[in-house]
């Protein structure tokens, strides 16, 4: 079993997109019996929440169906309980290595670098740009697969 946790600030745009995408991927697949996939923050700010209006339009159009979910802080117990933490740009990166004491076991991965780069994943809260934000985090996903598969912890 791969467990895959997403984190970003707020958990209400990049992270639960980033967990819709990936499963919707996975089911696809045919890996879902592989994976246990789920997103997270790093914040307080929008506990309790549900996804933000933004993610939720640009699944519906992109025909990704859009997961129960209400917004969660990342914990300790996460962090024991997730192989791959995923973070979305440098800022959640550097709240991620002060939350799990410095890493001490490895999982903290910048969503990108699966991709071969190091951007961030520009938040849509700030710039409005749900579509931009849904580009990369496919190509993050895409990424992550290709690394799994080239890992040998999943084949497709």
Known sequence: ??????????????SPMSQFVLQDMVNKLGLVSSFVIDSRATSTE???????????????????PVLPHRAAQMTWKDYCSFDYII????WNMRNLNRMTK???EGKLYKFLTFAGS???IADPWYT??????????VEGCEGFLR???????ISF
């Open 1 to 14: 079993m791969i467990k895959v946790l997403f984190v970003c600030h707020g958990n209400i745009c990049r």
């Open 46 to 64: 929008e506990i309790g929440n549900p996804p933000h209006r933004g993610t939720v339009r640009k699944m519906q159009k992109e025909g990704i």
């Open 87 to 90: 973070g979305m740009d440098t």
């Open 102 to 104: 410095g890493d001490p």
């Open 118 to 120: 190091d951007r961030d």
């Open 128 to 137: 409005g740009d749900f579509d931009t934000t849904y580009l990369d985090i």
């Open 147 to 153: 690394y799994l598969k080239e890992a040998g912890k």
